[in-house]
């Protein structure tokens, strides 16, 4: 979960990625690009944001720390300390409240023997509520990684542990739950 110990320094791949967007903006607008970097950086980097690794993005766009750290406190998205291999969002507005999902979100944590906000000791799954992902007709739902999960259950919920447990699992796939 570390990524302070690692050489904070983009793959190559990734540094042309993050070329190829900057290049999108005029001189001088790169800042522009910071999003998409931010989430590149997370990805290689184990999933969260440390001032390291905030520090590195400014290096790449010229522009200062602390005008990372703004933007990476002010999303959801961001992660400023190290998270589960499965990240569970759950969205607690208003339509998904409506449709269960503080029960969902109480029943998960006694499931994982977490609070949201918490990652398990076993670095398997961290818990995260968040505000409406733009699913509201399939609600209660969860995001994970880059997908959604809809019409959540508990037997559902059973399914999204049994299949992110396994270590191999990726979140940046869609699993037929
Ligand atoms: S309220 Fe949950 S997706 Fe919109």
Same mark, same amino acid.
């Given at each position: 979960m570390e990524n302070t110990t690692q050489e904070v320094k983009f793959t190559e791949d990734n540094l042309t990625l993050a070329k190829e967007i900057m290049a999108r903006y005029p001189e001088g607008k790169q800042k522009s690009a910071l999003l998409p970097i931010l989430h590149i950086a997370q990805r290689q980097f184990n999933d969260w944001l440390s001032p390291e690794v905030m520090d590195y993005v400014a290096s790449i766009l010229s522009i200062e720390p602390i005008e990372v750290y703004e933007v990476a406190t002010f999303y #959801?998205?961001? =992660?400023?300390k190290p998270v589960g291999h499965c990240m569970i969002e759950f969205c607690q507005t208003g339509p998904c409240m409506v449709r269960g999902v503080e029960e969902l979100i109480d029943y998960t944590e006694k499931k994982l023997g977490i609070k949201v906000g918490e990652t398990t000791k076993d670095g398997k799954f961290s818990l995260k509520a968040v505000e409406c992902l733009g699913a509201c007709g399939y609600a209660p739902m969860v995001q994970i990684g880059k997908y959604y999960y809809e019409n959540l259950d508990e037997k559902k919920i059973d399914k999204i542990i049994e299949v992110f #447990? &396994?270590? =191999? #699992? &990726?979140?940046?796939k869609k699993y037929d739950i």
């Amino acid at each position: 979960m570390e990524n302070t110990t690692q050489e904070v320094k983009f793959t190559e791949d990734n540094l042309t990625l993050a070329k190829e967007i900057m290049a999108r903006y005029p001189e001088g607008k790169q800042k522009s690009a910071l999003l998409p970097i931010l989430h590149i950086a997370q990805r290689q980097f184990n999933d969260w944001l440390s001032p390291e690794v905030m520090d590195y993005v400014a290096s790449i766009l010229s522009i200062e720390p602390i005008e990372v750290y703004e933007v990476a406190t002010f999303y #959801s998205m961001y =992660n400023l300390k190290p998270v589960g291999h499965c990240m569970i969002e759950f969205c607690q507005t208003g339509p998904c409240m409506v449709r269960g999902v503080e029960e969902l979100i109480d029943y998960t944590e006694k499931k994982l023997g977490i609070k949201v906000g918490e990652t398990t000791k076993d670095g398997k799954f961290s818990l995260k509520a968040v505000e409406c992902l733009g699913a509201c007709g399939y609600a209660p739902m969860v995001q994970i990684g880059k997908y959604y999960y809809e019409n959540l259950d508990e037997k559902k919920i059973d399914k999204i542990i049994e299949v992110f #447990s &396994d270590p =191999n #699992s &990726d979140t940046f796939k869609k699993y037929d739950i």
